[in-house]
């Protein structure tokens, strides 16, 4: 299975930017969808964006299109998400989820049941 460990988080003002980033080890991730996910305090986990194995399809949730942008580096094994435009309603601990199922690599998923391996979180908060 592989592992993923994520980075970037922090304290940033409404309207600033953060760059998040997933490093996987143990497999690569070049096969794999790939996937972004949120979850703020006694909330749900929620899905913010997805990205298909060789990154030329992706799919966002409604309040981060624009904002958001996932991208993937398969040479160095990562995944990325770039936000920008930050407001308040974005604090919450973000993951980084891999699908190991072979799926034809054109498929993406929006679904925390899709995904089979995550990491263990990075803080956002984004202050008024």
């Known amino acids: 299975q592989v592992q993923l460990v994520e980075s970037g988080g922090g304290l940033v003002q409404a309207g600033g930017s953060l760059r998040l980033s997933c490093q996987a080890s143990g497999r690569s991730i070049s096969d794999y969808p790939m996937g972004w996910f949120r979850q703020a305090p006694g909330k749900e986990r929620d899905f913010v964006a997805t990205i298909n194995r060789s990154g030329s399809r992706t799919s966002y949730t409604d309040s981060v299109k624009g904002r958001l942008t996932i991208s993937r580096d398969n040479a160095k094994n990562a995944v990325y998400l770039q936000m920008s435009n930050l407001a308040p309603e974005d604090t919450a601990l973000y993951y980084c989820?891999?699908?190991?199922?072979?799926?034809?690599?054109?498929?993406?998923?929006?679904?925390?049941?899709?995904?089979?391996?995550w990491g263990q979180g990075t803080q956002v908060t984004v202050s008024s």
């Open positions: 989820a891999a699908r190991s199922e072979w799926d034809g690599g054109i498929y993406v998923y929006r679904n925390v049941v899709d995904y089979d391996s």
